[in-house]
């Protein structure tokens, strides 16, 4: 009797142990409630000049062998690459060589042959070597699309001279608040400042090839590069006193 009893009043003190420690714990945790607390936010955007530029084309062949589809779409994209040895400013790649069944339109459905498809991808900031070797390489190839963007360091730069102005804005609004509310001062209590960049217009040629592929000789492409627009969002709270 006297061991149950011994080991029951372990056992009560340990749970008042316990509830002790974590009353503490959570007195230690626990926030105080904020009041003369106010969320804002500002922004700051700039026109910046798109001096990149990604070019897309693709060759499209048919056959029913599928090994000569591939000697086709092979020799044309070695044809391709060969006539941009001369623009050393031109970065150039290929990539996503596709192929397709293709069918006849009876409702048996009967494989007449294959389709390939491949795309060769320029990027540059040099737009005048761009557009002579557009229009060389639509011989063979038709573009697919071009697209203008700012450089990642002409976004950095434009970004870092406006994360100034939005905290300016910030902080105006800040002190209008304040002024507002006849407090004394505030005190940021947090900040968030994201960054970004509208979407750049994708140029496709559809009409434009159109009439391309009905001349002998394709016209260099018209490029006009265009600006983007970087953005630059601050959110935060403040606390008036």
Sequence with gaps: MKKVAIRGFCFRMLVCWA??????????????????VYSLSSEASAEVPND?????????QEDADPARLAEKVNATMSWAT????AFDTLKISTRDYQTYPRYDTSQVRRLIGWRATQSLQ?????FGAAGKAIQILQEK???????????????????????????DAFKARAE??????????YRVLDVNIQTGESSAPMFTARAEMADM???????????????????????GRVQLD
Excluded: W
């Excluded at 945790?29 to 003369?36: A, I, L, M």
């Excluded at 060969?82 to 040895?85: N, P």
């Excluded at 592929?213 to 601050?234: C, I, M």
């Design 52 to 60: 990149l530029m990604i070019a897309n084309l693709v060759v499209q």
């Design 122 to 126: 320029l990027e540059t900031e040099d």
């Design 141 to 167: 190839l038709q573009v697919k699309g071009i697209r203008h963007m700012a450089k990642e360091s002409t976004r950095r730069e434009a970004s870092d001279a406006l994360i100034g102005e939005a905290l």
């Design 82 to 85: 060969e006539q941009l040895r």
């Design 176 to 185: 209008l608040v304040q002024q507002n509310m006849g407090a004394t001062s």
């Design 213 to 235: 592929a009905r001349s002998a000789v394709a016209a260099e492409p018209a490029l006009e590069a265009g600006t983007s627009r970087v953005n630059v969002q601050v959110f």
């Design 19 to 36: 509830v002790l420690l974590g009353g503490a714990a959570q007195a230690q945790s626990g926030s105080e409630p904020q009041y003369d």
